[in-house]
């Protein structure tokens, strides 16, 4: 996020974008209880404005915000193809920036009405179908390599599906959770703490790959763990779903979070409430557990196309 000055060393200016930078992150870590992923993400976002801001040589970001700036910012983005997900989340990293600032008294920030971002399209979560999620699960255990191995797989898939888990929730699982029983406990984004209903199938799949794993280093160790012994890693997770896809010639769409998308769907199809369901997922607003009904709508509109006399 810093500037070097031409003759190489650090102005104070760089050193004041440091300290603001370092304050609003720690903030958001302290007071936001944002996880790492959402800090690195954050921090990364701001460091792409300062780049553009020391290439355009027109301002810092510790100086007033300029609309000018700003809108050649958004133009540079999109000259890069980035995703309008990608921007709007800059967009709110920033505006989160500045608005610690002033409030703060680090910068003079007068207005910020006019920094958004483009409107993102109404995006409608793909979900796996109850055939595929199946299959998924069945075709775990005719891939190669140790039986232990292929129950830990099946039990962590039988968490995303079985109990709306997000990957991270279900791979910071310790022993100490054991033995599962019909609620479990779960930290999810925010530190915010919510009570699971654990399914009887789930329960049986962790407890039986639990019997043939191993390794055991106590209650603090994790639950789910690789070859050697260590904490299995989200990005071993995506792998293991990308072997399936590809195996049973799944869409693109299939991921880790599709299935617990489709824990959603599947429940609101068959009667669930909304309020249950948000209060299931973790979800902190309503608005983001009523993007499944346009799920379910699309499943209905569907079924009476195909079944209906004149649907055709």
Known sequence: MTTTPRHGGTTSTDRTSQQNRRAWLDWLGSERRYGDNTLAAYAADLDDYSGFLARSGTDTPDMTPDRRSFRGWLADMSERSLARTTIARRVSALRSYYRFCGRTGRINVPDLA?????????????????????????????????????????????LLYGAGLRISEALALTRAALPIGDWLRITGKGGKIREVPVLAAVAEAVADYVAFCPFDDGGDAPLFVSARGNALGARAAQRLVEGLRVQLNLPSHVTPHALRHAFATHLLGNGADLRAIQELLGHASLSTTQRYTSVDEAHLVRLHRDTHPRGR
């Open 114 to 158: 006019w920094l958004r971002a483009p409107k993102i399209p109404h995006a409608v979560p793909k979900p796996v179908s109850q055939d595929e999620a199946r299959a998924m699960l069945q075709a775990i255990f005719q891939r190669r390599g140790d039986d232990w191995a292929k129950k830990r797989d099946f039990a962590l898939l039988m």
